[in-house]
């Protein structure tokens, strides 16, 4: 294992670890601090909406929502962007019941 999937399992760990407590108006903050483990220094969340054509920007600690911090993009449609097409195609890991 390389120290960047040391690094990254690592922030997996941590957000899978604490997820469960975070309320939505934490999670930007929990996000941020693990990947800073993984050396992630400026961390976006982007969510869709229910009918799923725009992904906005989910508001981060110190940031009105109304406003994106320097060229951050507030919204960007799903069918014309590539973090569109990554939400659409990007494949979903499973995994087997553990007993």
């Known amino acids: 294992m390389t120290d960047r999937d040391g690094a990254?399992?690592?922030m997996l760990g941590g957000l899978l670890s604490g997820s469960h407590l975070?309320?939505?108006?934490?999670?930007?903050?929990?996000?941020a601090e693990?990947?800073?483990v993984a050396g992630l220094l400026d961390v976006l969340?982007?969510?869709c909406d229910v009918q799923q054509r725009i992904l906005r920007l989910f508001p981060r600690?110190?940031?009105?929502a109304a406003h994106g911090c320097g060229g951050d993009t507030l919204e960007l449609s799903v069918d014309s962007t590539?973090?569109?097409r990554a939400f659409q195609h990007a494949p979903c890991a499973t995994t087997p019941p553990c007993c």
């Open 8 to 10: 990254t399992s690592q």
């Open 22 to 31: 975070t309320t939505p108006g934490h999670l930007s903050a929990k996000v």
């Open 34 to 36: 693990q990947a800073a």
């Open 45 to 47: 969340i982007y969510v």
């Open 61 to 64: 600690p110190g940031v009105p």
């Open 82 to 84: 590539l973090a569109g």
